[in-house]
């Protein structure tokens, strides 16, 4: 079992709607949780993260963390085409490693 | 500042070749990592260098691979000899601190391939 589990997509919706990006992890000890985005032949960028359970808000987003079933979770409202990219969730051990899921890809139609 | 640098952007090379790619990280920033991402496997982390002294390299696949970081504005990943299984993007990416999120700030990446 891989420590942090995405499905990778495609994801396609149209321009507008709400998105909702998943993942699960395996270690409670996980205290740490990053959504990162990557554009097409882009690095990842930090979009948000979030410290144990609950919900943070930024803008159009929205991360939320249940640290009772292990499960992470990113919104999006009222998506744009700009936000077509790879959204990768990640969390952090021991301080430094972070570990990555597989990234589940968005496309949004116009 | 210019965020990481890396080169080259594409690299390609035939199986057995040495391959050095090469990544500056921002400016103060005190960790440095190494990345390869695949379709298969994607993100992986191959080593960590805090300060300049690598502190994890236990993603480093194979002896073929090597990294040094011979100060603070300068990084380098060796691959010898390449196989057509080291086709990948290889990242670069700087942290600012290491504890909490661990914020890391990635490099456009170079892309890979070995014939």
């Known amino acids: 079992q891989k420590e942090v589990e995405q499905d990778p997509g495609p994801l396609s919706v149209p321009e507008g709607a709400i998105v909702s990006l998943n993942c699960t992890y395996s270690?409670?000890?996980?205290?740490?949780f990053m959504w990162y985005r990557q554009y097409s032949r882009k690095g990842p960028e930090l979009l948000m993260y979030?410290?144990?359970?609950g919900n943070k808000e930024d803008g159009r987003f929205t991360a939320q963390v249940d640290k009772s079933s292990k499960y992470i979770s990113l919104f999006i409202r009222d998506s744009q085409p700009s936000d077509s990219a790879t959204y990768l969730c990640?969390?952090?051990?021991?301080?430094?490693?972070?570990?990555f899921g597989a990234g589940t890809r968005l496309f949004v139609k116009a | 500042d210019a965020g990481v640098i890396q080169s080259p952007r594409h690299e390609v090379t035939e199986m057995g070749q040495e391959v050095t790619l090469r990544c500056k990280p921002i400016s103060g920033h005190n960790s440095l990592f190494w990345y390869r991402q695949t379709m298969m496997r994607g993100l992986e982390l191959l080593i960590y260098?805090?300060?300049?002294?690598?502190?994890?390299d236990s993603g480093m696949p194979e002896d073929r691979f090597s990294a040094k970081m011979p100060n603070a504005s300068f990084s380098t990943l060796k691959i010898q000899p390449s196989e057509p299984r080291d086709s990948a993007v290889y990242f670069c990416?700087?942290?600012?601190?290491?504890?909490?999120?661990?914020?890391?700030?990635f490099g456009p990446g170079t892309r890979l391939t070995v014939l």
């Open positions: 260098f805090n300060n300049n002294v690598p502190i994890d």
């Open positions: 990640a969390t952090v051990f021991g301080g430094f490693k972070t570990i």
């Open positions: 990416a700087s942290s600012p601190t290491s504890g909490g999120y661990n914020e890391q700030f």
């Open positions: 270690n409670s000890a996980f205290q740490y």
């Open positions: 979030t410290y144990s359970s």
